[in-house]
């Protein structure tokens, strides 16, 4: 990748309307938009590049954890760019990265496609509270997924780890 920093593949698949972008070591950096993998216009990604994406992004306690695991999820935020969810990993001896473009405005309901009905219901628009239902938690603890639900009818997953 030479000289072009992550910033500027993220800035340029944005532009694109990417929710994705992967990057791998062999070819060039890739986007998804809407479904569909497309090649971005840069050079294939060597070891060094690729590992430098991971640097460039982590702080030195993520960095250590990943090599201690090989794998890290975590956010990243670019300001005017977009915040992004990431899974680095160690793929055949080389690190990879997948990031996810993380919309920062709520949608309305009915662009996510939530009929009248649902939206039109007094608790919808004024719920008495939030009610949160523990769906799966590890033995020890350590990771937990949730539903919390929302406008009473329509359900968020939210995943967070302690």
Request: glycine content about 6%; some cysteine; overall charge positive.
């Amino acid at each position: 990748m030479g000289v072009i920093s992550v910033e500027e593949v993220l800035a340029k698949a944005k532009e694109a309307g990417a929710s994705d972008v992967h990057i791998t070591v062999g070819v060039p950096p890739k986007m998804r938009v809407n479904g569909d993998l497309i090649t971005m216009d840069y050079e294939r990604m060597l070891p060094p590049d690729t590992h430098r994406v991971v640097e460039d992004i982590m702080s030195d306690f993520q960095l250590q954890r990943f090599e201690e695991r090989g794998e890290y999820d975590m956010s990243f935020s670019i300001p005017n760019i977009g915040r992004y969810r990431v899974n680095a990993y160690k793929q055949r001896g080389s690190v990879a990265v997948a990031l996810r473009l993380v919309g920062t405005e709520i949608p309305a309901p009915e662009s996510l496609g939530v009929p009248p009905s649902v939206v039109d219901r007094p608790e919808a628009v004024n719920p008495p509270h939030w009610r949160r239902s523990l769906i799966r938690s590890t033995i020890r603890g350590m990771h937990i997924s949730s539903h919390w639900k929302i406008r009473s009818s329509i359900c968020i997953p939210i995943s967070f780890r302690w």
